[in-house]
């Protein structure tokens, strides 16, 4: 009977170590995000942020869990653990691919939504001073106007278009043409902007995710067949 490959066996062992010490880091640094008033205040996280951070720390957890059934199953050579590592991980994928779909067949439907949520936010500013002073900080660092409407987002608010005007040091600039002395780019585009220059890089990220749960699937379902085998 063939034995069991040691160099897979280790393979094995390392890969799901490294996944664990990171499903560690994104659990702790999450938690940490939520209970210091400290990070909250550093990262500026309020509380429409925090479901976000539950979120890392659901992530983080599956990943520990993973990590450990993975080593633990390598180690022990423990068939339960090596199929509980498996299956857990293609769950994983099959989810990536459907959410995938999704985004690709609901795309009018999300795009609604991120609008309707935009059109929340210029509502905002009008009733919220904390939201307001936050936002024509990102109008300065970015040089935009308005959330959807440019100046029209800022009428019937304490502070009347004064995010749309222009820093001395961009009149004139492409950013603020000099006849005009405000921002013609909308906040809308700004964000929207940066998710379409940085989708490559979301894309790659997503790909080498894939890749590396492949690969896992493929080294836990070996080592389980040649311990069947064995």
């Known amino acids: 009977m063939?034995?069991?490959?040691?160099?897979?066996?280790?393979?094995?062992?390392?890969?799901?170590?490294?996944?664990?010490?990171?499903?560690?880091?994104?659990?702790?640094?999450?938690?940490?995000?939520?209970?210091?008033?400290?990070?909250?205040?550093?990262?500026?996280?309020?509380?429409?942020?925090?479901?976000?951070?539950?979120?890392?720390?659901?992530?983080?957890?599956?990943?520990?869990?993973?990590?450990?059934?993975?080593?633990?199953?390598?180690?022990?050579?423990s068939q339960c653990m090596l199929l509980l590592f498996f299956i857990g991980l293609l769950l994983i994928l099959l989810l990536q691919v459907v959410a995938g779909i999704l985004g690709a067949v609901y795309k009018p439907e999300v795009e609604s939504a991120i609008n309707t949520t935009i059109q929340e936010q210029v509502n905002q500013l009008k009733t919220d001073e904390t939201f307001r002073a936050q936002f024509l900080e990102f109008e300065k660092e970015n040089k935009c106007c308005g959330l959807i409407n440019r100046e029209?987002?800022?009428?019937?608010?304490?502070?009347?278009?004064?995010?749309?005007?222009?820093?001395s040091e961009d009149v004139g600039t492409s950013a603020c043409p000099s006849d005009k002395n405000?921002?013609?780019?909308?906040?809308?585009?700004?964000?929207?902007?940066?998710?379409?220059?940085?989708?490559?890089?979301?894309?790659?990220?997503?790909?080498?995710?894939?890749?590396?749960?492949?690969?896992?699937?493929v080294f836990s379902m070996s080592l389980y067949c040649q311990i069947q085998r064995k």
């Open 2 to 77: 063939a034995g069991v490959s040691s160099c897979m066996k280790y393979s094995m062992f390392i890969f799901n170590f490294i996944f664990w010490v990171c499903g560690c880091i994104i659990l702790g640094v999450s938690i940490w995000m939520r209970v210091s008033k400290s990070a909250q205040e550093e990262f500026k996280i309020d509380d429409s942020l925090f479901s976000g951070v539950y979120l890392l720390i659901a992530v983080g957890s599956i990943i520990m869990v993973l990590g450990f059934l993975g080593c633990c199953g390598a180690m022990k050579e």
């Open 152 to 167: 029209k987002d800022w009428q019937g608010t304490p502070n009347s278009k004064d995010g749309c005007t222009c820093l």
């Open 182 to 217: 405000k921002y013609t780019k909308s906040c809308r585009m700004v964000v929207v902007d940066f998710f379409k220059n940085h989708l490559i890089i979301l894309m790659g990220i997503a790909f080498g995710l894939a890749f590396i749960e492949v690969l896992g699937l």
